[in-house]
Nanobody
């Protein structure tokens, strides 16, 4: 019902920046919360940042003041600007949609395929 495609990952040195983008496609009428999660090797997936349709954001303490989440409701896209990157930010980053209206029905919990971010020291 909703397909998510991420882009923008890569390899960067510590202190550098990357911008991740995610586009949602499908016959979407509305998306509630969009967000970014990450999973490092041998660790559980964790929340990075989320943003509601009205623009309210939540960020993990570890990325506050370094990462900024933004969204374009008209285009069903969400972006994550990552500055001052650290080696501990290395992970696969996943885009998420918590729920969306497609063909007048609610559908829940969609994930992108993930994009690798590697920060070298």
């Amino acid at each position: 019902q909703v397909q998510l495609v991420e882009s923008g990952g890569g390899l960067v040195q510590a202190g550098g920046s990357l911008r991740l983008s995610c586009a949602a496609s499908g016959s979407i009428s509305r998306i509630d919360t969009m967000g970014w999660y990450r999973q490092a090797p041998a660790k559980q997936r964790e929340l990075v940042a989320t943003i509601t349709s009205s623009g309210t954001t939540i960020s993990a303490d570890s990325v506050k003041d370094r990462f900024t989440i933004s969204r374009d409701n008209a285009k069903n896209t969400v972006a994550l600007q990552m500055n001052s990157l650290r080696p501990e930010d290395t992970a696969v980053y996943y885009c998420n949609v918590d729920r969306a209206i497609v063909a007048s029905k609610w559908y829940f919990d969609f994930w992108g395929q993930g994009t690798q971010v590697t920060v070298s020291s």
